[in-house]
């Protein structure tokens, strides 16, 4: 593994499902994100995790959790899916949470909620 | 309110120079980041400005004044695979991202 893998690439899922999107890194960063992308809109940060063991709610968490055990992985859960839900999301990892820290991005993971 | 401001679409010819501008509002400011993203694929980072002035970096160069909540993104020697959507996201006090939606450019020979 190099830099951050997301699993899985696309999901079609019926409204009321779970869902856990998977994140891991291999950077040994200690901030990792979860941004969902729509189309107009710019990246929303969903939930944060600025070291492992503490996570933190971003712009729009609602219908979202996160858990952050390790260093390496940052799985994203949707408790019971809805059609809002339907979007790009994006898993990503800095090394520190101070002002110059780059965050770099996963592949994504394109979710459809029927 | 925070918010982020940069034009849905620019077009430019290969071989020219385009400038991507963008306006910022946030709580706190940590920081100007710009990315590239092709069509399906995630973010990459381009550049970070903090201080005022223009940061060089190749054919890419970025442009920060604080005083105006304003910086641009400046592409020079415009080639076919510039094309993509340019992000630009400012840092809060909370060191957090507050991004725009991004700026489609289209590059056309």
């Known amino acids: 593994i190099a830099g951050i893998t997301q699993a899985p690439t696309s999901q079609i899922l019926a409204a009321g499902r779970r869902m856990t999107l998977r994140c891991t890194q291999d950077m040994r960063h200690n901030a990792m994100y979860w941004y969902r992308q729509d189309l107009g809109l710019g990246l929303r940060l969903i939930h944060y995790s600025n070291t492992a063991g503490t996570t933190g709610k971003g712009e729009v968490p609602d219908g979202y959790s996160v858990s952050r055990a390790n260093t390496d992985d940052f799985p994203l859960t949707l408790a019971s899916a809805v059609p809002s839900q339907t979007s790009v999301y994006f898993c990503a990892s800095s090394s520190g949470t101070g002002s110059y820290n780059e965050q770099f991005f996963g592949p994504g993971t394109r979710l459809t909620v029927l | 309110g925070q918010n982020i401001d940069q034009p849905t679409e620019m077009t430019a010819t290969e071989g020219a120079i385009v400038q991507i501008n963008c306006t910022y509002q946030t709580s706190g400011f940590n920081g100007l980041f710009w990315y590239q993203q092709h069509a399906g694929e995630a973010p990459t980072f381009l550049s970070y400005n903090v201080l005022d002035g223009l940061e060089e970096k190749g054919r890419f160069s970025s442009f920060l004044s604080r005083s105006k909540g304003y910086s641009y993104l400046l592409l020079k020697e415009l080639q076919m695979k510039d094309s993509a959507s340019y992000l630009c996201?400012?840092?809060?006090?909370?060191?957090?991202?507050?991004w725009g939606a991004g700026t489609k450019l289209i590059i056309k020979p």
């Open positions: 996201a400012a840092m809060d006090s909370n060191y957090q991202l507050i």
